[in-house]
């Protein structure tokens, strides 16, 4: 279960990037090929965030879809299926432009608020 190791890393990104602020949420951006499963992703987070500071944490998953540059025809398409050639020519020179992601997108942080 590679998601076990997608999700450290995750902490990993918030907990340096929140500079001890509390983390209400995560945004991560996965592409389709990293075959993520994000129901295992998510309990795997969970897991590792139980009892520290980003316990509760939300995590947000957006799948993002294959998309491609076909170099033949120039068509840019969603490509929905393996092998991964045009649907528009059926070139199999097409460049991958997404859907190979794994993106910490954004963090949703607490800021401390000052009293007097």
Request: with cysteine; hydrophobic share 40%; proline share 3%.
């Amino acid at each position: 279960m590679h998601e076990l190791s997608v999700a450290a890393a995750v902490l990993d990104i918030a907990q340096r990037h929140a500079a001890g602020r509390r983390v209400v949420a995560i945004e991560l951006h996965v592409g389709h090929l990293r075959q993520v499963v994000p129901d295992s992703l998510t309990r795997a987070f969970e897991l590792l965030t139980h009892g520290t500071a980003l316990d509760g944490t939300e995590l947000r998953i957006t799948q993002v879809p294959v998309r491609g540059r076909c170099l033949s025809c120039g068509a840019c398409s969603e490509l929905e299926q393996l092998p991964l050639d045009c649907p528009v020519c059926g070139s199999a020179d097409v460049e991958l432009i997404a859907g190979e992601e794994l993106l910490v997108q954004s963090l949703e942080l607490e800021e401390e608020s000052c009293t007097a």
